[in-house]
């Protein structure tokens, strides 16, 4: 196991390395000039550039261009942003764990609703069920989110008027932002209207992650549903009837967690779409997270934000998807057979 | 004079006919398929059968609801957006944006896919090892976000979007058909095969191919959907096709002025998307189904 960590620690490193080369060729494609493109300065005093130029390695080769350049960004120093002149790592932390939040309580609703809803499909003999739960996955697969979005903004939040539709929090409310998270903020704000600010937010929270949590539902509704068939056929679940064991034991205790298994690697290859459906998202309900700052920074050309953002996201997919295929290998014993002498 | 049957015994289907059979058993796959044949026929020749031009703006009907509504005329059948333009015929027009372009990107991005990741998938050791990492990479950055990265170095458009998600979907196909020749090659026919003789092309023509056929026909069907989904929400970003364009995701973005009083220019548009990837789904779901027992 020591070894095969330490081979996904190189993986990781690989990848970020790759992902490095990646921003800084196309940092240099970006139809600004160099400095500019790298240190989001419009315009340097002399000493200002300088700096830049010093701090870049502007007048040496290009492999110690891109070594200064890996330097800066892993010290945090992502330059400042065009528009709002402050630091891009300050936006960054700011606009970080709203995103966390929602992709959370939405990858939540997702798992929660999915996998009951999957083993009613697998175990379930009626036809009519199985055929009602796959035409409504499949549809929910096709649906294109932003679409979705609008569509459930124009009837809860407009003809209904049940739920707002965009932002995170009334502006009425003052919270003090301590871990970023606003479900926790309000929760650790001792001041009146607490359980208000908390109710507020939940009222929030439930349009944008429903739009985001169609995608991972049918998902995972037909991963768990496939799991389970495949389970449910093989001879320890024969077994087990066999012993007179009752049959939601069977199905909780004997199919269910090894039916997770494959869920769990279909999700590390989810989160790419699943983070550009969030995106889409966050635009549409005006969410301050870090796909809506995004999408603003390529309106304004705001090349400093579009690289640290495309950074940050991507690293965290990554991180994600080694640490998903960490924690499946460690699940499934079976799979570590084929680990030596393959890549 | 007829040709009289000799033998008696059953003929034994190909393997294509067998798939057939099995895909044509399911009448939802049936229906899928008439409906991506039609998106086909709409996307070379939608323009021709338009009523109207996609630019075209009757000032006497701006915002008109569809026929079906009190005030709607039969003219304007799905109703006319604020400029008085005629959304059925920019649904005809668009068909080829949205639903064309998709394809031309899955095809390059397949020819592509299938070239490295057969290359990659026949070595082994390092050099594939390298090749795979460097595709984790251009994997780990989604659709959306490499489409941003594009249009910061070239600015939005259309074709700025075929290379966004062309991008995006190459290492998709790539590692799906690395991973199938790779353990294509560990089994015991390829070494018969070494056995007799045959150099390392004809292995990989010959032997190993015919077994990858099915993989990337349904990773085809997969990227199909999300390469028009992609496409849709690029242009509803405003970094894809831009505005008088009649592409269908920017045909919801150019109705969101009017989404409260005329919602018809952003459903009809959205439906229309829906129904194009729910027919490429359908028959995704069909062909899957008829090659997995195969497969197994």
Same mark, same amino acid.
């Given at each position: 196991m020591g070894r095969y960590l330490i081979r996904r620690l190189n993986l990781f490193l690989a990848t970020t390395l790759a992902l490095f080369i990646i921003l800084f060729v196309a940092t240099r494609w970006f139809p600004a000039d160099l400095s500019y493109a790298l240190s989001g300065v419009a315009l340097p005093t002399t000493q200002q550039q300088l700096q830049i130029e010093q701090d870049y390695a502007l007048h040496s080769n290009v492999i110690s261009q891109f070594l200064a350049y890996v330097t800066e960004r892993l010290s945090g120093n992502f330059g400042i942003s065009?528009? $709002?002149? +402050?630091s891009v790592l300050n936006e960054l932390a700011g606009v970080l764990p709203p995103s966390f939040e929602l992709a959370f309580v939405a990858g939540i609703i997702a798992l929660l609703c999915g996998i009951p809803l999957g083993m009613l499909s697998a175990l379930s003999r009626s036809k009519m069920v199985q055929k009602t739960i796959m035409a409504a996955t499949l549809t929910g697969y096709s649906i294109p989110v932003f679409w979705l979005g609008l569509l459930l903004s124009l009837w809860? %939040? /407009?003809? #209904? %008027? #049940?739920?707002?539709? $965009? %932002? +995170? /929090?009334? #502006?009425l409310y003052q919270i003090p932002k301590v871990t970023g998270f606003m479900l926790f903020d309000t929760l650790l704000y001792n001041g009146d209207y607490k359980w208000n600010a908390f109710a507020d937010v939940l009222a929030h929270i439930i349009l944008p992650a429903c739009t985001l949590a169609v995608l991972p539902f049918t998902v995972v509704v037909r991963i768990t549903r496939a799991a389970m068939l495949n389970v449910m056929n093989q001879t320890y679940i024969r077994a087990a009837e066999a012993r007179g064991l009752p049959y939601h034991t069977i199905v909780l205790k004997h199919a269910l967690p090894n039916a997770l298994i494959p869920l769990l690697k279909h999700l590390g290859l989810m989160l790419g779409p699943f983070a550009s459906y969030a995106i889409v998202v966050e635009v549409i309900f005006s969410w301050p997270g870090v796909g809506a700052w995004l999408v603003s920074g390529i309106y304004q050309r705001d090349y400093t934000v579009i690289q640290a953002g495309i950074f940050a996201v991507a690293l965290v997919i990554i991180f994600f998807s080694i640490l998903i295929e960490v924690l499946y290998t460690a699940a499934n014993p079976m799979s570590r057979k084929e680990m030596y002498g393959t890549n | 004079m007829g040709r009289t049957k000799l033998y008696l015994d059953d003929d034994i289907p190909s393997h294509s006919k067998r798939v057939w059979r099995l895909f044509a058993a399911k009448p939802q796959a049936l229906i899928g398929l008439w409906g991506v044949v039609i998106l086909l026929l709409l996307s070379c020749f939608g323009p021709y059968i338009a009523?109207?031009?996609?630019?075209? *703006?009757? *000032?006497?009907?701006?915002?008109m609801p569809p026929s079906?509504?009190? *005030?709607?005329a039969v003219s304007h059948f799905l109703g006319t957006d604020d400029l008085g333009r005629d959304i059925f015929s920019r649904l005809l027009h668009g068909a080829q944006y949205t639903f064309g372009v998709a394809l031309l990107v899955v095809i390059s991005a397949l020819f592509a896919g299938v070239i490295i990741g057969s290359i990659s998938g026949m070595m082994r050791g390092l050099k594939s090892s390298i090749l795979g990492h460097l595709l984790d990479a251009l994997l780990s950055i989604p659709s959306l976000l490499m489409a941003i990265l594009v249009v910061a170095v070239t600015g939005p458009g259309l074709s700025n979007v075929f290379w966004a998600v062309g991008i995006s979907l190459t290492p998709q196909f790539v590692r799906s058909i690395h991973q199938t020749v790779h353990d294509e090659l560990q089994k015991e026919y390829v070494t018969a095969a070494t056995l007799d003789g045959a150099n390392p092309l004809q292995i990989f023509w010959y032997v190993i191919m015919p077994n990858v056929w099915d993989t990337v026909i349904i990773q085809t069907t997969l990227a199909m959907s999300a390469a028009i989904l992609d496409i849709a929400a690029l242009g509803f970003l405003n970094l894809g096709a831009q505005a008088p364009m009649p592409e269908w995701g920017s045909m919801i973005m150019q109705g969101l002025d009017n989404f409260l009083f005329a919602p018809w220019t952003v459903t009809i548009p959205g439906i229309s998307i829906l129904l194009s990837v729910l027919a490429v789904n359908l028959v995704g779901d069909g062909l899957r189904s008829a090659l997995a027992p195969m497969r197994n």
């Amino acid at each position: 196991m020591g070894r095969y960590l330490i081979r996904r620690l190189n993986l990781f490193l690989a990848t970020t390395l790759a992902l490095f080369i990646i921003l800084f060729v196309a940092t240099r494609w970006f139809p600004a000039d160099l400095s500019y493109a790298l240190s989001g300065v419009a315009l340097p005093t002399t000493q200002q550039q300088l700096q830049i130029e010093q701090d870049y390695a502007l007048h040496s080769n290009v492999i110690s261009q891109f070594l200064a350049y890996v330097t800066e960004r892993l010290s945090g120093n992502f330059g400042i942003s065009v528009t $709002s002149r +402050q630091s891009v790592l300050n936006e960054l932390a700011g606009v970080l764990p709203p995103s966390f939040e929602l992709a959370f309580v939405a990858g939540i609703i997702a798992l929660l609703c999915g996998i009951p809803l999957g083993m009613l499909s697998a175990l379930s003999r009626s036809k009519m069920v199985q055929k009602t739960i796959m035409a409504a996955t499949l549809t929910g697969y096709s649906i294109p989110v932003f679409w979705l979005g609008l569509l459930l903004s124009l009837w809860f %939040g /407009i003809e #209904l %008027g #049940l739920l707002p539709i $965009s %932002g +995170q /929090i009334n #502006l009425l409310y003052q919270i003090p932002k301590v871990t970023g998270f606003m479900l926790f903020d309000t929760l650790l704000y001792n001041g009146d209207y607490k359980w208000n600010a908390f109710a507020d937010v939940l009222a929030h929270i439930i349009l944008p992650a429903c739009t985001l949590a169609v995608l991972p539902f049918t998902v995972v509704v037909r991963i768990t549903r496939a799991a389970m068939l495949n389970v449910m056929n093989q001879t320890y679940i024969r077994a087990a009837e066999a012993r007179g064991l009752p049959y939601h034991t069977i199905v909780l205790k004997h199919a269910l967690p090894n039916a997770l298994i494959p869920l769990l690697k279909h999700l590390g290859l989810m989160l790419g779409p699943f983070a550009s459906y969030a995106i889409v998202v966050e635009v549409i309900f005006s969410w301050p997270g870090v796909g809506a700052w995004l999408v603003s920074g390529i309106y304004q050309r705001d090349y400093t934000v579009i690289q640290a953002g495309i950074f940050a996201v991507a690293l965290v997919i990554i991180f994600f998807s080694i640490l998903i295929e960490v924690l499946y290998t460690a699940a499934n014993p079976m799979s570590r057979k084929e680990m030596y002498g393959t890549n | 004079m007829g040709r009289t049957k000799l033998y008696l015994d059953d003929d034994i289907p190909s393997h294509s006919k067998r798939v057939w059979r099995l895909f044509a058993a399911k009448p939802q796959a049936l229906i899928g398929l008439w409906g991506v044949v039609i998106l086909l026929l709409l996307s070379c020749f939608g323009p021709y059968i338009a009523p109207y031009a996609a630019e075209y *703006q009757d *000032q006497s009907a701006l915002l008109m609801p569809p026929s079906w509504s009190n *005030q709607g005329a039969v003219s304007h059948f799905l109703g006319t957006d604020d400029l008085g333009r005629d959304i059925f015929s920019r649904l005809l027009h668009g068909a080829q944006y949205t639903f064309g372009v998709a394809l031309l990107v899955v095809i390059s991005a397949l020819f592509a896919g299938v070239i490295i990741g057969s290359i990659s998938g026949m070595m082994r050791g390092l050099k594939s090892s390298i090749l795979g990492h460097l595709l984790d990479a251009l994997l780990s950055i989604p659709s959306l976000l490499m489409a941003i990265l594009v249009v910061a170095v070239t600015g939005p458009g259309l074709s700025n979007v075929f290379w966004a998600v062309g991008i995006s979907l190459t290492p998709q196909f790539v590692r799906s058909i690395h991973q199938t020749v790779h353990d294509e090659l560990q089994k015991e026919y390829v070494t018969a095969a070494t056995l007799d003789g045959a150099n390392p092309l004809q292995i990989f023509w010959y032997v190993i191919m015919p077994n990858v056929w099915d993989t990337v026909i349904i990773q085809t069907t997969l990227a199909m959907s999300a390469a028009i989904l992609d496409i849709a929400a690029l242009g509803f970003l405003n970094l894809g096709a831009q505005a008088p364009m009649p592409e269908w995701g920017s045909m919801i973005m150019q109705g969101l002025d009017n989404f409260l009083f005329a919602p018809w220019t952003v459903t009809i548009p959205g439906i229309s998307i829906l129904l194009s990837v729910l027919a490429v789904n359908l028959v995704g779901d069909g062909l899957r189904s008829a090659l997995a027992p195969m497969r197994n």
